[in-house]
């Protein structure tokens, strides 16, 4: 009995030394705890001899056998993974120890060129822990005894993320609280910058987790988050929120802005090309020092018919003020009025970019004149008689 | 029931716009034009504006007043365009501004130019408006006809003749000429047309005719009887209308050349003459080409060059083909081979797009006539943007503003 | 598939200075009906979207442009015949549309909720944008309403004329709702019970 319990300690204790002792240890097991420190690597260590005669249940022996499994095939594909970078280092001619994750990259491009698409789809080579998803690690002894309190919710860690977030929160309601007291107030300069973040998505917080996640729950995790930055003290608390924000990319620095060329009467000019619209493609050049001229296929502005189209093309040059002070010239195809009037409309707005200062081009895009408009036509379903029509619900 | 009496109100509007609205308006226009013409009871005084001018009689008008508006007086309106002649949209503008307004613009510079320069003992010479849709051909047609009318020209008006080859109100075979087809109320409503227009100067020429005319057994108008008689003569008979139609216009070719009276005559949509078919049906279902129809032949006739005292005004029009799309707003392309041969030599006069100065006048008028109500900054390059210059785009655009 | 990812923002076309938060957010790209030219109004658009009928959007556009014209040239013709009052009268077609849609907005209106096997109308407020799709809907089904002869420009015109001066069916339409939640108080607490 007591050999047992002692078995059953000595696993405890052995699973957080095991646990530290890989979180301290360098190398290639490191990156991957990083992506997931709620999933360690899984171990079973060998119990004495007397407490083997235990019986275990047969879930719990399944249980252990695949845990086991899955040990010793991410173990064999960590040494394979090893062989093999060493393998490409000799390869490519480079020092085997100094051989980094990118130049692996770089080195399979090389060997393996795909005219993929996707890239994901492309020949890569990276550690076993990126490849496979991470798993949970043992969550019950021997016994069948959790170790997480919350086991039985099903999801622990989340709901325990969902505690932190409150103990966090208490926590500041109770600084705010006696810094009131004293009468002092929050540090304006340190507040937490939120503008260029955003907050997990689901699908990456579930990585992260290692659990799956409804969205009614996901938006608690985000409800709970919103307060805890919004509250005045929340940079005390910058490190915690900090690993559940993603930053956004700054989209006003996105894309370079082309220098106009000159042409042969010494104008300014810039043509953009390859303007997709909903399957109308048109070519699109702005001059700068203009009267305002527009052309679109050899025929003026009257190639619309309809007054929609002819406003689409008024809409950036209005809105940057290049009214008359431009010429245009466009040659499209495909598509009907209304895409093909899109398709130049987009064209003029990237072509203006190049004669307007950065001011313009910001009220450009929020304006929604620089977004290339991926919408397509829907597709038909069947059983339905359109996109989205059902057909008549009849009840009988 | 707001509704009911503003409906009446709008018609008692238009009563009272030829006399007492007139003095109105003219005062609300002095007021606003710099120069305060004094307002007189009757007609409204010429206001000098910069888009508009006083000067009435198209006869006068001159490189000057290019870009500027000149009204005509609403009698002299109902009797040359009472049977047609102005587009109708154009009707419904005259009656919301109260005026009949023209701008004088260059080609109807250059045809007046030409008319007043004219030789009339020489051969006929025809002139042939074209252009794209909606430039202005039928209103310089409208402008030259008024100046036609105050110099005493007899006018010989047809205001759409596809009009007669897509939707004749009636058509019937023809009791003289075999095989053909006339339609007698539109032969009729036209001299109805042709009588409002030159009442006036018949009586005062008393013109006759020089042959009889037996239109059957039992009627028959005597040579020597005048031309109002011939008219009226086919407007009660219905059934010989277009053979009226026919024998007016010989009469009037031979008397021109007598040199009794100088005839203008001006047919808008000239190419629809040519076009190789109509809508109208024989008796067997098939359709006619333009050459079986009875009132082709006279206004065939009167453009022809053997005769003098007179000038020829045509107007050849994509929209004015019966049937198809017409790719191209040239006379050659219009008329074929047919029309171009039957009209070679002829003075083409090309009615083109707004200039700059036309434009600017045009936006001032009818923000002047309260017709335009967004009047942002720019509001006039978008307009100029948007409708390329074309005057009947331009209207189309500013409708809903 | 072609939809945007819910963080993209919608396009806005007022030219502010203050940004800064703006620039990391991701925009939807401008539709086919927007832009800021003079031909361009937000209340404009929606009726236009609301009079089409089987993707004739054009044709909508046309009728919406013959009535604004039908509009003028009634007002034209008053200010005529006006004389004194001229300051009044207001010719622009697309602010009387605003007038008369902002007089037919309703306030409340009732909805059917049940309680203990009876359908109460209880009366229940109506959010703003729900507000304006009731009053342009309305000014379309009294315009539609009337004989037939008479074609759908000027009928609509004769309507927006009489909504923007607080007369018409719409108002009394819009008067009679509000009476009737008037009448149904008593039954407002239903809506919590």
Not at chain 1, 9 to 23: E, H, S, Y
Not at chain 1, 357 to 364: H, K, R, T, V, Y
Not at chain 2, 3 to 16: D, E, I
Request: glycine share 6%; proline share 5%; aromatic share 10%.
């Amino acid at each position: 009995m007591s050999l047992r319990v002692l078995s059953v300690n000595l696993l405890k204790n052995n699973r957080n030394f095991i646990q530290n002792a890989v979180r301290n240890s360098k190398g290639p097991g490191v990156q991957a705890l990083a992506l997931a420190p709620y999933a360690t690597q899984v171990t079973v260590q060998a119990t004495p001899a007397a407490v083997q005669k235990q019986k275990v249940s047969k879930a719990m022996k399944a249980y252990l056998e695949r845990a086991k499994e899955h040990d010793d095939f991410m173990k064999t594909q960590d040494l394979e993974f090893q062989i093999g970078k060493r393998h490409l280092a000799n390869m490519m001619g480079a020092d085997a120890e100094t051989f980094t994750q990118e130049d692996i990259d770089e080195a399979i491009a090389y060997l393996f060129p795909s005219g993929l698409f996707d890239k994901r789809a492309r020949p890569a080579m990276r550690s076993p822990e990126e490849v496979f998803p991470a798993r949970k690690a043992a969550e019950f002894d021997e016994t069948g005894r959790p170790f997480h309190s919350m086991f039985y919710t099903g999801k622990p860690n989340f709901f325990q993320l969902l505690h932190d977030i409150v103990e966090e929160t208490n926590k500041l309601y109770d600084l705010e609280e006696r810094m009131l007291r004293r009468g002092n107030k929050p540090d304006e300069n340190q507040k937490l910058e939120t503008a260029g973040f955003q907050l997990l998505p689901k699908d990456q917080l579930e990585r992260v987790l290692v659990e799956h996640i409804a969205d009614i729950e996901y938006q608690n995790f985000t409800n709970a988050m919103d307060r805890l930055i919004s509250l005045p003290y929340s940079y005390k608390s910058k490190a915690f929120i900090e690993r559940y924000l993603k930053p956004l990319i700054d989209q006003s620095k996105q894309l370079e802005v082309p220098k106009p060329k000159i042409d042969d009467q010494g104008r300014q000019y810039i043509t953009t090309y390859e303007c997709l619209r909903k399957t109308a493609r048109a070519d699109v050049t702005v001059r700068l020092p203009g009267t305002g001229k527009i052309t679109i296929n050899g025929q003026d502005i009257s190639y619309f018919s309809s007054e929609e189209c002819k406003e689409q093309l008024l809409f950036p040059l209005n809105y940057s003020e290049m009214l008359g002070k431009v010429d245009v010239e466009a040659n499209v195809e495909g598509g009907g009025p209304s895409g093909q009037a899109g398709a130049i409309r987009w064209g003029i707005a990237m072509s203006l970019r190049s004669f307007v200062d950065q001011e313009m081009i910001e009220s450009m895009r929020l304006a929604g004149l620089l977004t290339r408009d991926y919408r397509r036509r829907e597709r038909k379903k069947y059983g339905q008689e359109g996109a989205r029509r059902k057909y008549t619900w009849k009840k009988r | 029931m707001f509704r009911k009496q503003f409906g009446n109100l709008s018609r008692v509007s238009t009563h009272l716009s030829r006399n007492v609205l007139a003095a109105r308006v003219a005062s609300r226009e002095a007021e606003m034009s710099t120069n305060a013409a004094p307002a007189e009871a009757a007609t409204a005084p010429p206001v000098v504006n910069e888009f508009r001018t006083g000067v009435g009689n198209p006869g006068e008008h001159s490189e000057v007043q290019i870009g500027k508006f000149y009204t005509i007086p609403m009698q002299e309106k109902k009797q040359i365009f009472s049977g047609g002649g102005l587009p109708k949209q154009y009707e419904q503008q005259i009656k919301t501004f109260t005026e009949a307004c023209l701008m004088v613009r260059s080609p109807a510079l250059e045809l007046l130019n030409y008319i007043k320069r004219a030789d009339l003992s020489k051969p006929v010479v025809r002139y042939v408006l074209y252009g794209d849709n909606g430039v202005g051909k039928t209103l310089s047609m409208a402008h030259v006809l008024h100046y036609g009318m105050l110099n005493d020209f007899l006018l010989v008006h047809v205001p759409w003749a596809p009009n007669w080859m897509k939707r004749p109100k009636e058509s019937a075979n023809s009791a003289s000429q075999e095989g053909f087809i006339d339609l007698p109320f539109d032969a009729a409503a036209w001299l109805v047309h042709f009588k409002t227009q030159n009442s006036k100067l018949l009586e005062r020429l008393q013109l006759k005719t020089s042959k009889e005319y037996v239109w059957s057994k039992r009627e028959s108008t005597p040579a020597g009887s005048s031309l109002i008689e011939l008219v009226e003569h086919g407007i009660a008979r219905i059934k010989y209308a277009s053979e009226t139609t026919a024998a007016l216009i010989s009469e009037l070719k031979q008397l021109a050349t007598a040199g009794q009276c100088k005839i203008m005559v001006a047919i808008d949509g000239y190419n629809a003459f040519f076009h190789p078919i109509t809508r109208i049906f024989s008796d067997n279902k098939q359709r006619v080409s333009p050459d079986r129809i009875t009132l082709t032949q006279p206004f065939l006739d009167i453009t022809n060059y053997d005769w003098t005292n007179g000038v020829c005004i045509l107007s050849v029009d994509k929209i004015a083909m019966t049937e198809g799309y017409m790719e191209s707003y040239l006379p050659r392309y219009l008329l074929g081979k047919e029309g171009f041969e039957h009209l070679d030599p002829f003075v083409p006069v090309h009615v083109g797009n707004y200039t700059e100065k036309e434009f600017t006048s045009y936006i001032k008028y009818y923000l002047d006539r309260h017709w335009i109500s967004k009047t942002q900054p720019g509001f006039e390059e978008q307009l100029k943007f948007m409708s390329n210059m074309n005057p009947y785009t331009l209207m189309q655009l500013v409708r809903g503003l | 598939m072609s939809m945007y990812p819910s963080h993209f923002a919608e396009p806005s076309l007022k030219k502010e200075t203050n940004r800064s938060s703006a620039s990391h957010i991701p925009v939807k790209a401008a539709t086919n009906d927007l832009s800021d030219s003079i031909f361009y109004g937000e209340l404009k658009n929606k009726l236009i979207k609301y009079i089409t009928k089987k993707g004739n959007k054009s044709l909508a556009r046309e009728l919406l442009t013959e009535t604004f014209e039908t509009i003028k040239r009634t007002q034209i013709e008053r200010l005529i015949l006006a004389g004194t009052e001229k300051e009044n009268i207001i010719i622009d077609s697309e602010q009387l549309l605003k007038n008369a849609i902002e007089n037919a907005r309703p306030l409340l209106q009732l909805s059917a909720i049940k309680r203990g096997g009876v359908k109460y109308q209880v009366p229940v407020p109506v959010t703003e944008k729900k507000s304006y799709f009731l009053a342009m809907k309305w000014l379309l089904d009294a315009a539609r309403e009337k004989d037939r002869k008479v074609h759908l420009p000027e009928k609509l015109a004769w309507e927006i004329l009489d909504a923007a001066c607080g007369q018409g069916r719409v108002i009394k339409k819009k008067n009679d709702l509000h009476r009737q939640c008037e009448s149904n108080r008593a039954y407002a607490h239903y809506r919590w019970s």
